[in-house]
């Protein structure tokens, strides 16, 4: 069943964000206002190196005031491509240079109320080219066994929505249980 869309506007914007409310009709008729949030889209690294390692960051979330370790990311820039953001924010935020990106997952996290897509790649090893140069994004950056990750997501230190998708993906790849 198709929902129709009969126009929208916009009630806040900034750099990040958008909310619209967006006029809708339901299959059964109905018709009212449905609010959307439509968010810049977000792009991913899973980097793995030769010891089988998962490049991460414990950083603290202040929304859910919760830390947890998560995956490098942030958002596509509008003159690149999500594998050029996700490299991008690799080196950024953890002072490595990855290497080349491969598509892993594309998501629609939450498509009910947002436009958000997750654009989620592989890196094979990473070198070292110096500290982060994003200062304010987490408290430490470590190479996780893979081996390790599923007992980090069962004990609640992995959380994201976006580091969960790579990471679950990661092991289904890798046989890992």
């Not at 370790?69 to 820039?77: C, H, N, Q, R, S």
């Not at 994003?134 to 996780?144: A, F, K, P, T, V």
């Amino acid at each position: 069943m198709r929902w129709k869309t009969f126009g929208e506007r916009e009630i806040y914007t900034n750099h990040w964000l958008k909310v619209c409310l967006v006029d809708v009709e339901l299959p059964d008729g109905q018709r009212f206002e449905h609010h959307v949030v439509r968010l810049r889209h977000l792009a991913v690294a899973v980097v793995v190196n030769s010891r089988r390692e998962v490049l991460m960051m414990w950083r603290h979330r202040f929304i859910t005031e919760a830390w947890a370790w998560e995956l490098p990311m942030g958002l596509v820039e509008a003159d690149e491509a999500p594998a050029e953001a996700a490299a991008r924010e690799v080196e950024e935020e953890t002072g490595w240079r990855p290497g080349p990106m491969k598509p892993l997952l594309y998501a629609e996290p939450a498509n009910g109320i947002t436009d958000s897509q997750h654009h989620i790649f592989r890196a094979e090893g990473a070198t070292h080219i110096g500290p982060p140069t994003e200062l304010n994004e987490s408290d430490r950056i470590e190479w996780i066994p893979i081996e390790k990750i599923r007992g980090m997501i069962d004990r609640g230190e992995i959380v994201s929505g976006a580091t969960l998708n790579g990471l679950l993906y990661l092991l289904m790849d890798e046989g890992v249980r």
